[in-house]
């Protein structure tokens, strides 16, 4: 290999290590804003699992087809592709289902109301079809996601729920793919038309993303935290 092709190969990752960095912050700062689960009342706890399931269990698989077409490169379209065989193969949606019901917790009309218009902005950001910014979209959720569940088993719990294949499942398996769209981002990355700097571009879906997620936590299980 030679000089210039190991440098660039070096500056490539440092980039998306950075992007990664980034993004683990806005991870901290989101998880960090939420009310302890202790605190949380029981009706809060159906709700933030119902705008959950009202959010990812008719749109995950959506998005990741967005990224699969969207992207360029061989190697971002065998790395998602891989993403949704498991999703479709394993029936993740009939996961989170079971997950749901067992809280006694499946969204009705408010909750899907609670998170519908930024949940409109996120399809729609994905039906633009941009590569490398839905592909940095995903690996943020999916690095999110591993580390809610933890506090999505324990609101379960709270109500009452020992069902606890679909946060297992997810609490290891995004894990991989979070790193694994990380690489799907580099590869996308070079391919990019848009030479803008990253707060610009990439990450527009994960701020609308962002949005989304704190729509999942209804204001009354902040006002019950507050009077703890």
């Not at 998880?31 to 029981?42: G, M």
């Not at 690996?139 to 999505?152: D, K, S, T, V």
């Not at 799907?184 to 609308?208: I, N, W």
């Amino acid at each position: 290999m030679s000089i210039a092709l190991s440098a660039a190969l070096a500056a490539d990752e440092m980039r998306t290590e950075l992007i990664k960095d980034h993004l683990c912050h806005i991870a901290d700062n989101l998880l960090s804003s939420f009310p302890d689960a202790d605190t949380v009342s029981n009706d809060a706890c159906r709700e933030i699992i119902a705008r959950y399931s009202a959010v990812l269990e008719g749109n995950f698989i959506y998005w990741m087809t967005g990224a699969y077409l969207a992207s360029r490169s061989n190697e971002a379209r065998s790395i998602i592709l891989d993403n949704l065989f498991e999703e479709v193969r394993d029936s993740h949606p009939a996961m989170l289902r079971r997950f749901t019901m067992a809280a006694d917790a499946s969204p009705n009309e408010l909750d899907v109301l609670a998170v519908q218009k930024n949940l409109t902005s996120v399809r729609l950001f994905i039906g633009r079809l941009a590569p490398a910014p839905i592909v940095t979209m995903m690996a943020f959720f999916e690095g999110f996601i591993q580390r809610f569940m933890p506090y999505l088993a324990e609101l379960a719990g709270k109500r009452g729920s020992e069902e606890r294949e679909y946060t297992d499942v997810h609490s290891g398996c995004d894990i991989v793919h979070s790193q694994e769209l990380y690489h799907a981002l580099e590869a996308e990355m070079k391919l990019a038309d848009d030479s803008r700097e990253p707060a610009d571009y990439l990450y527009e879906g994960v701020y609308l993303l962002k949005s989304l997620i704190a729509d999942m936590v209804p204001a009354q299980a902040f006002t019950a935290a507050s009077a703890e």
